[in-house]
């Protein structure tokens, strides 16, 4: 199984990118590519830069990365209860090339935050989006303030209790789809 895996930030030390690295650590027997948000950035879509200069190159190598996995893993920063605007701006351009932006992946969706919520916010918007747009979601995960359970240095949660439930998640996953 490959599995394509990304932080919906564009920030050099993202928390998202560190828990969507390490939740598809977690799968048995998959190659796992981590995506770098800041390798996608574009203009800011409109459809003037879009009459200007055609479909964006980068959002058309992303699509290419989302078509080669078997299963995405993708954890959504939260930026004023949205998603990103450097995940929105990139989600704008591939949706203009393909509606189905996900193409039918099956998908771990997943958000932290340093605050109590997690990304509550952000989860339920996509929840709700991302199946008009391709996405098969098996599973939702929400790690609360990412500094107290989250250690850094070796890459993993450090809460027992949320690391269990996201190992169980996983588990869970694996046996759906093998």
Not at 38 to 65: C, R, T, W
Not at 74 to 91: M, P, Q, R, T, V
Not at 159 to 170: P, R
């Amino acid at each position: 199984m490959k599995i394509i895996a990304f932080g919906a930030s564009p920030s050099k030390n993202s928390i998202n990118k560190k828990l969507a690295t390490y939740a598809s650590s977690l799968f048995v027997n998959a190659e796992v590519e981590v995506l770098d948000l800041n390798d996608y950035q574009m203009p800011l879509f409109s459809v003037d830069v879009e009459a200007e200069i055609g479909q964006h190159e980068l959002a058309k190598a992303f699509l290419v990365k989302i078509e080669s996995a078997d299963f995405l893993v993708i954890s959504l920063a939260e930026n004023n209860g949205n998603y990103s605007a450097a995940f929105k701006n990139l989600y704008d351009w591939c949706s203009r090339i393909n509606g189905k932006v996900f193409q039918g992946k099956s998908m771990l969706l997943l958000a932290t935050s340093p605050g109590a919520r997690g990304g509550a916010s952000v989860l339920e918007i996509a929840k709700n989006a991302f199946p008009r747009y391709g996405a098969d979601i098996k599973a939702v995960f929400s790690l609360p303030s990412f500094n107290d359970n989250f250690d850094v240095e070796n890459g993993k949660i450090s809460n027992e209790e949320f690391d269990n439930q996201l190992k169980e998640i996983v588990k869970n996953i694996q046996f759906q789809n093998p």
